[in-house]
């Protein structure tokens, strides 16, 4: 542990959330928007279904911890809403366990504190003619479709209507780019720069429009040590220093 302590934000999901800061990913941009302003936290696992997610609950947040996340992004769905193998195996979980699963760790989460806050991503599309034609034949047929992952979409989607939970349509989000399927994913799955970009600029909507008290937006929240100080770069008439604390030019994009 060091210090001072900020808000810590978590990111909890499967390969989407481990993979994040791969690729120009969305969990690096939010760390660079949020630096000296909150400690972002991963907590990704490839592979890995609600079923998965509910079984770690306790560990991953437990109740009695000393300092509870301001934060938590969660998402689980993609592989979910994969269709069934024959053999019983496979990250497949029907719809209405899906449903409860995700109630399950949305109820954990909401009783850590009276200040975690909670953001879920729903289930984004897929590029399916990259899905179906990447076997290596290592692995059987994926049977992974957009009416398959709208389903999912839409089920969390009315889960956190219902429950007071935001949300992030990522199906949604992801079709109003040009040449999506392209442009998105690495893979027909994974998220390239393109599609974390999206990411980064739904969950800032979604915090700068929370009504939250404090506010998690990152143009309303302190930066850390931004006081003056005479041991920064000198200005050009000598007279004083620049406080360099607030500076984003170097961001390839200038966030909202």
């Known amino acids: 542990m060091v210090g001072p302590s900020r808000p810590q934000f978590v990111f909890f999901g499967s390969s989407i959330v481990q993979l994040c800061f791969s690729h120009g990913g969305w969990g690096s941009i939010l760390s660079d928007i949020y630096s000296r302003k909150a400690d972002i936290l991963l907590r990704g696992y490839y592979g890995w ?13 437990p109740k009695e911890a000393p300092v509870q996340p301001s934060l938590v992004i969660v998402y689980f769905g993609g592989n979910d809403s994969m269709g ?3 053999s019983g195996l496979g990250p ?20 850590l504190s009276d200040t975690t806050r909670i953001i879920f991503l729903s289930c984004p599309p897929v590029d399916e003619t990259r899905v179906g034609s ?3 034949g290592i692995l059987s047929e ?24 935001e949300v992030v349509d990522l199906f949604s989000a992801f079709q109003k780019r040009d040449e999506w399927t392209k442009a998105c994913f690495t893979d027909g799955v994974h998220l390239s720069a393109e599609g974390s ?5 739904e969950i800032l909507k979604v915090l700068r429009e929370a009504e939250w008290v404090p506010s998690l937006h990152w ?18 008439d000598g007279k004083r220093t620049l406080n360099p604390s607030e500076w984003t030019f170097h961001r390839e994009i200038q966030w909202d």
């Open 84 to 86: 069934p193998h024959s």
């Open 49 to 61: 279904n609600s079923r998965r997610a509910i079984q770690v609950l306790d560990q991953v947040f």
């Open 142 to 165: 994926l049977i992974r479709t957009n009416e398959l992952c709208q389903n999912y979409s839409n089920a969390c989607i009315k889960l956190c209507q219902e429950m007071g939970v």
């Open 92 to 111: 497949h979980v029907p719809l209405d366990e899906y449903i409860e699963n995700m109630r399950k760790i949305a109820i954990h989460l909401k009783s």
């Open 197 to 201: 970009k999206i990411v980064v600029e």
């Open 134 to 136: 990447g076997l290596s």
């Open 219 to 236: 143009k309303s929240m302190p930066t850390e040590f931004s006081e003056d100080s005479p041991y920064y770069l000198v200005t050009a």
